[in-house]
Structure formats: structure tokens, C-alpha cells
């Protein structure tokens, strides 16, 4: 199975702050990447695909980059919905897999 | 508008079975493939497997390939997944989760719209 590495596990930022997440694919996957949101107690919510395509309703302040086996999500300008959990998900190969996540919390 | 609704928490014990649903509402159902993730506590995101609602065909992850089946009824929209001889590592909020097909109806293995999530605590 394809192993996603996610850096840094955690970090802590401030509202305003750019914030950039790195994933690491152990194989390349081309772009078949996707990024999630998840805050605790819900379920992960889509915010990118093809590593770099805004799903509807996302704010623009969320971009995504990379292909091959390196990845990075953006975050332009913190806002406070923003503290939450981030994981990277590919399709390249079977079995679907995610990085391990990054949480995202208050400075 | 779109909604994943599953049912409620179940408390197993070891050896036995579980059955979880995923009624689903606001989209053509047959269009749709449907996939299952699961997280134990405190941990990430583990994809189980998912199944074409049109033809039923099913794609497990290989963990999971002897102890998984999912089904689906299209009279009610629901999507159904059993996993049997349940131990305590299968501790976990199991989430439904729609495919992301394309315009053309190709599914994409992304996933755009979630369940709720049942928690399955197994314990004797």
C-alpha cells in the first residue's frame, strides 16, 4: 500500500498566520491527491482534489500543490474555523490511504 | 439537499457480528459509489472499502477482504456494511462517504459527502 507522510504532525499558529502542510507519498501517485478538514467529533470534510482543485464552497484562502510524490496544502490567512485536523488522502493504487494527519491549534 | 444518515452506536462483544447503514437521501442513489473509512479513537483515517450502488459490485481493502460485506438496497438508498468476528482493535466511528464522480460519471475515490459516523465499541 501506497504510505502517505504528513509534516509536521502539529503545529500551532495564529489567526492571520500562512500555513503550509506537507504530505509525502512513499510511491508516486501523479495528482491523485485529496485534502480534509476534520474538527472533532465530525467527519472529514473535502476541501481539495487532483491535489489542487478548490471542491465547491471552499474558501479560496485553502490552495493545494504538488504531483509525483510530493504535496503541499496552503493556507493563506488563518481564520478561526480553520484549528482543526488535516489529512491528505490518495487514489493512485488500491487500497485508498491517508496520511496520518496534522493538527492545526491555537498559538 | 445531500444527507448520509447512519444509525445508531452498537456495543459488541468480541466474536461477534455488526451491522452498520447509511440511508442516504437527495442524489440519485444508482449513480453513486459509496465508500466506508473508519477511525479508532484518537487515531486517523482507514478506508475499509466501497460498493457500486447501481450494480452492487464491492471493492474491499485487503485488511478487511475476510471479515467485511458490504450491500445496498436501491428501493430505500441505503448502503449496509457487516463486519464480523468483531475484536477489540475494530473499536471505532465507522463513517459512510460518498464518491466524488465526475461529470461524466466516473468515480474518483474522493469523497465529497460524509455520514454522521456510528461509534462500534467492542468490549466484553
Known amino acids: 500500500a501506497i504510505q502517505l507522510t504528513q509534516s509536521p504532525s502539529s503545529l500551532s499558529a495564529s489567526v492571520g498566520d500562512r500555513v503550509t502542510i506537507t504530505c509525502r507519498a512513499s510511491q508516486g501517485i501523479s495528482s491523485a491527491l485529496a485534502w480534509y478538514q476534520q474538527t472533532p467529533g465530525k467527519a472529514p470534510k473535502l476541501l481539495l482534489f487532483?491535489?489542487?482543485i478548490l471542491e465547491s464552497e471552499v474558501p479560496s484562502r485553502f490552495s493545494g500543490s504538488g504531483s509525483g510524490t510530493d504535496f503541499t496544502l496552503t493556507i493563506s490567512s488563518l481564520q478561526p474555523d480553520d484549528f482543526a485536523t488535516y489529512y491528505c488522502?490518495?487514489?493512485?493504487?488500491?487500497?485508498?490511504?491517508f496520511g496520518q494527519g496534522t493538527r492545526l491549534d491555537i498559538k | 439537499q445531500v444527507q448520509l444518515v447512519q444509525s445508531g452506536a452498537e456495543v459488541k462483544k468480541p466474536g461477534a457480528s455488526v451491522t452498520l447503514s447509511c440511508k442516504t437521501s437527495?442524489?440519485?442513489?444508482?449513480?453513486?459509489?459509496m465508500h466506508w473509512v473508519r477511525q479508532a479513537p484518537g487515531q486517523g483515517l482507514e478506508w475499509m472499502g466501497m460498493i457500486n450502488h447501481n450494480s452492487g459490485t464491492t471493492g474491499y481493502s485487503q485488511k478487511f477482504q475476510d471479515r467485511v460485506t458490504m450491500t445496498r438496497d436501491t428501493s430505500t438508498s441505503t448502503v449496509y456494511m457487516e463486519v464480523s468476528s468483531l475484536r477489540s482493535e475494530d473499536t471505532a466511528v465507522y463513517y459512510c462517504a460518498r464518491d466524488r464522480i465526475t461529470v461524466f460519471g466516473v468515480f474518483t475515490n474522493y469523497f465529497d459527502y460524509w455520514g454522521q459516523g456510528t461509534l462500534v465499541t467492542v468490549s466484553s
Open positions: 488522502q490518495q487514489f493512485n493504487n488500491y487500497p485508498v490511504t
Open positions: 437527495g442524489f440519485t442513489f444508482t449513480k453513486y459509489y
Open positions: 487532483d491535489a489542487s
